[in-house]
């Protein structure tokens, strides 16, 4: 008795919907065969009368499930006045008005008695059912984005972690192949400039009384050194028994060390000679910066390229 009733409440607009379908089917092919191959209006016919039976069928899905059926809707009530203005052109074509209105008048009495059939055969329930569904709903929703935000968060940090390992390994890729490169440019510069260990077999240097007296405040007669008795240090003025005296005792001795050190053949280059210099002045405990050391040798060098003494 159930099914019987049901299937009462859908004869009605199965017939009507049929009776629209066919006729819109005929009424668009009918008028696209001016233009147009038959079998290619007729296609288009029946593929539009498709698209909108496809729209009422998922309508009435969704009305009958309680789900939003928002995007069906719209395509029903976008096709409906398409198909009535399809069917009124067609029968004025054909210059019989009773078919126009006729015709006209069938896709709106299906959409109506198929409304009204959803409506009768949708369960119903109550508000607060609904309210409780829409809330599973909405909170399965929330659910699923929080999901999807999370494995995107996850996706973009391994991605960003194997971008840095990428070029943290790159970086050290290159640092390695700089100081290579650096290693290969020094070892072709050391054999193209080598550098001999003349200052090795230099001849003793200034004796230990020799320094002695000069750092007790004596003057030393008869050391020669080279003649570089003007060494650009100031050994000028008298001798005095402060520190004065003491520092022009340590000046003269750092200028005997230097023209000793540059008195070989070949002369030690400015390298050797601040290496050796520096060793022997701390070893004899003679105090000077660098600025002197390059001083003296600077002087030496000139005094050995035939300058004039001061």
């Not at 498709?50 to 059926?69: D, F, N, P």
């Not at 995107?152 to 990428?166: C, F, P, S």
């Not at 008795?229 to 005792?249: N, Q």
Request: aromatic content about 4%.
């Amino acid at each position: 008795m159930n099914n019987l009733k049901k299937a009462g409440t859908w004869a009605l607009p199965a017939v009507l919907t049929a009776i629209a379908i066919v006729w819109a089917v005929a009424a668009i092919g009918s008028i696209l065969t001016a233009t147009a191959h038959p079998a290619f209006a007729y296609s288009v016919a029946v593929l539009y009368d498709a698209v909108w039976l496809y729209g009422l069928a998922m309508e009435t899905a969704h009305r009958r499930q309680g789900t939003s059926a928002r995007l069906p809707k719209v395509m029903g009530w976008v096709f409906l006045p398409l198909t009535v203005a399809v069917l009124v052109v067609h029968g004025l074509l054909a210059a019989d008005l009773l078919a126009a209105a006729v015709g006209g008048l069938v896709p709106v009495l299906a959409k109506v008695t198929l409304v009204m059939a959803i409506d009768r055969d949708t369960t119903r329930i109550s508000p607060r059912a609904q309210s409780a569904i829409d809330r599973a709903r909405s909170i399965t929703r929330d659910r699923i984005a929080v999901s999807r935000a999370i494995a995107t968060a996850r996706a973009d940090e391994t991605k960003a972690a194997a971008d840095i390992v990428k070029r943290t390994r790159k970086a050290e890729a290159e640092a390695a192949t700089t100081v290579h490169q650096a290693l290969e440019a020094h070892a072709e510069i050391i054999d193209q400039h080598p550098v001999t260990d003349t200052v090795t077999a230099l001849p003793p240097l200034v004796s230990d009384g020799e320094l002695e007296a000069l750092l007790s405040g004596g003057v030393t007669d008869g050391i020669s050194a080279l003649g570089t008795g003007g060494s650009g240090l100031p050994v000028t003025g008298a001798v005095t028994r402060d520190g004065h005296a003491e520092r022009e005792a340590n000046n003269k001795a750092v200028a005997l060390l230097a023209a000793q050190l540059y008195a070989t053949n070949p002369p030690p280059s400015k390298r050797r000679f601040r290496e050796v210099m520096r060793g022997e002045m701390n070893a004899r405990g003679l105090s000077g910066g660098w600025d002197v050391i390059d001083a003296l040798y600077d002087r030496e060098k000139q005094l050995a390229e035939g300058g004039e003494r001061s």
